[in-house]
């Protein structure tokens, strides 16, 4: 069963990386790369229970974080050309 | 099924790295470059590095994509393209690839016991590290223990280019400031 998951997602992988590589606009690049690091996620927690080794979930964790602040940072570059902006709009 | 996804994750990270040959948005580059290192993450927890998987991600997909933007903040985010010494080029990376990869045919497979990996210190570190410096984990022990100055060593580099980053961003604040005067 964990073995369908784990095919399942590198379907995934693969879509995402697809849309990653053919685009066209950035905001669909920023969206497969968001699917490919959740895809990435799902990957390490299942391979640690089909491997008997649920340890595993910590690094997926921490995945799950770095992700996030990579996403934030490419946004923020986005919309103010300047990643020490404040952030306030005028 | 560990075969399978090595060979998968493998062949997509040749497909990234073609990508980000032909690439010519820097933006998506660095994106893909993030993906690089995710797909070579889960590749060290597939090969039971899961330390090494820790540091990828963290400095790989985070830090090193936020620096790279960074650094696109502050010069552009176009390529220029140079038409210049292409065969030259390819011929060095020729030459270097097919060196590599005749040297590849000297080295002893995966898990090897005669390997000289195995041979030497590793038995030691094994058998004696929980007696002799008392830390659950054998990686942590030879880190921070048996190869303690080469751990200082690495920590006084990081810091040193730590150091020379802030240098320069600081220096570009304080000339704008300047030219604002």
């Not at chain 1, 066209?24 to 895809?39: E, G, H, K, Q, V």
């Not at chain 2, 790989?60 to 390529?79: D, E, H, M, P, Y």
Request: net charge negative; hydrophobic share 55%.
């Amino acid at each position: 069963m964990i073995a369908a998951a784990l095919i399942a997602i590198m379907i995934v992988m693969l879509i995402a990386l697809i849309r990653t590589c053919i685009g066209p606009t950035l905001f669909d690049r920023i969206l497969a790369i968001n699917t490919f690091s959740t895809a990435t996620v799902l990957m390490i927690s299942l391979y640690g229970f089909f491997n008997q080794r649920p340890e595993f979930l910590d690094i997926a964790i921490v995945y799950a974080m770095i992700n996030f602040i990579g996403t934030v940072a490419l946004l923020k570059l986005h919309r103010f050309d300047d990643l020490g902006h404040d952030g306030d709009e005028s | 099924m560990e075969d399978i996804i090595i060979i998968f994750l493998l062949s997509l990270l040749a497909i990234t790295a073609i990508a980000i040959i032909f690439m010519r948005n820097m933006l998506s580059v660095i994106m893909l470059g993030s993906i690089y290192s995710l797909l070579s993450a889960v590749i060290f927890v597939v090969l039971d590095a899961v330390d090494v998987a820790f540091t990828e991600a963290a400095v790989g997909a985070g830090i090193s994509s936020v620096l790279f933007l960074s650094a696109f903040a502050v010069t552009g985010k176009r390529q220029v393209l140079k038409q210049k010494n292409k065969l030259i080029a390819f011929v060095t990376v020729s030459l270097t690839a097919a060196a590599l990869i005749y040297a590849t045919s000297d080295m002893p497979y995966v898990g090897d016991p005669n390997a000289p990996v195995q041979t030497h210190v590793a038995a030691r570190y094994i058998e004696q590290s929980g007696s002799e410096v008392g830390i659950p984990n054998m990686v942590t022990a030879v880190l921070a223990s048996y190869r303690g100055f080469d751990t200082l060593g690495e920590v006084a580099v990081v810091f040193t280019a730590m150091i020379a980053v802030l240098l320069l961003l600081l220096r570009r604040e304080e000339e704008e400031l300047d030219r604002e005067k």
